[in-house]
C-alpha cells in the first residue's frame, strides 16, 4: 500500500504562484511514477503533470511552461510549481502514484488540495 498527503493549497490571486508538495510513504519502493491531476466543480479529472523516476516530464498544454513538476526521491516526495496563476487553473489537485511490481501496476491517489485562484 502507499498513502499520499497533498499539501500546499490555498487561495491566490491570479497570476500568483503555489506550491503544492505530495508526501508519499508505505510501500514505496516500487514507485516508478508520481503525477498531479485535477477537477474543477463539473468537470471531470484531467491530468496536469506527471513525472517519472528518471525525471522525465509530461505537461498539459494548458498548463504547459507555468507549471513545474518534480520529485525528490530521497525524501519520497513530489512538487508541482504553480506560476502565473489563471482563474481557470482554480479546482481540486489530486497526488498520483503508480506502483509497479511483479504483480503488475496499481494506482493510488491522495485526498486532494484545494487551489482557488481569484481574478
Known amino acids: 500500500q502507499v498513502q499520499l498527503v497533498e499539501s500546499g493549497g490555498g487561495l491566490v490571486q491570479a497570476g500568483g504562484s503555489l506550491r503544492l508538495s505530495c508526501a508519499a510513504s508505505g510501500s514505496i519502493s516500487s514507485i516508478n511514477s508520481m503525477g498531479w491531476y485535477r477537477q474543477a466543480p463539473g468537470k471531470q479529472r484531467e491530468l496536469v503533470a506527471t513525472i517519472t523516476t528518471g525525471g522525465s516530464t509530461n505537461y498539459a498544454d494548458s498548463v504547459r511552461g507555468r507549471f513545474t513538476i518534480s520529485r525528490d526521491n530521497a525524501k519520497s516526495t513530489g512538487y508541482l510549481q504553480m506560476n502565473s496563476l489563471k482563474p481557470e487553473d482554480t479546482a481540486v489537485y489530486y497526488c498520483?502514484?503508480?506502483?509497479?511490481?511483479?504483480?503488475?501496476?496499481?494506482?493510488?491517489w491522495g485526498q486532494g488540495t484545494q487551489v482557488t485562484v481569484s481574478s
Open positions: 498520483n502514484a503508480i506502483r509497479t511490481t511483479y504483480l503488475g501496476s496499481r494506482g493510488y
